[in-house]
């Protein structure tokens, strides 16, 4: 068994690994709209899409650990597949959202 210490507040680091990630987030994107790589509207789609994941990522790791510090594997391995499950459900209903508003304007541009 590893000791990992107290067992931790997943709640608590979700939010606190949400807040970090904005904060990079925020400072990459930014850093790519000033470079006009990144237009306003797609670094702060990104900045938020980036911050959930984090939070998502940081309370699964926190979880894995706690479970980890007690010997449960099946259980980190199951807050590890949530993790991942929940930064692809992220990611899949992000693309879902960009293929909507490319779909709205190209039916847009058709009807001009």
Do not use: C, W
């Amino acid at each position: 068994m590893i000791n990992t210490g107290e067992p931790r507040n997943v709640t608590g680091h979700v939010v606190s690994g949400a807040l970090a990630s904005a904060v990079v987030a925020s400072g990459v994107n930014y850093n790519s709209y000033s470079k006009n790589e990144l237009s306003k509207e797609e670094a702060v789609k990104n900045s938020i899409k980036l911050t959930i994941q984090g939070g998502v990522a940081t309370g699964s790791a926190i979880a894995a650990a706690n479970y980890l510090g007690k010997g449960n594997f099946l259980g980190m391995l199951g807050a590890i597949s949530i993790g991942l499950g929940g930064i692809y459900a992220v990611e899949k209903i992000s693309d879902k959202l960009n293929d909507t508003k490319k779909i709205e304007e190209k039916t847009q541009e058709v009807g001009e």
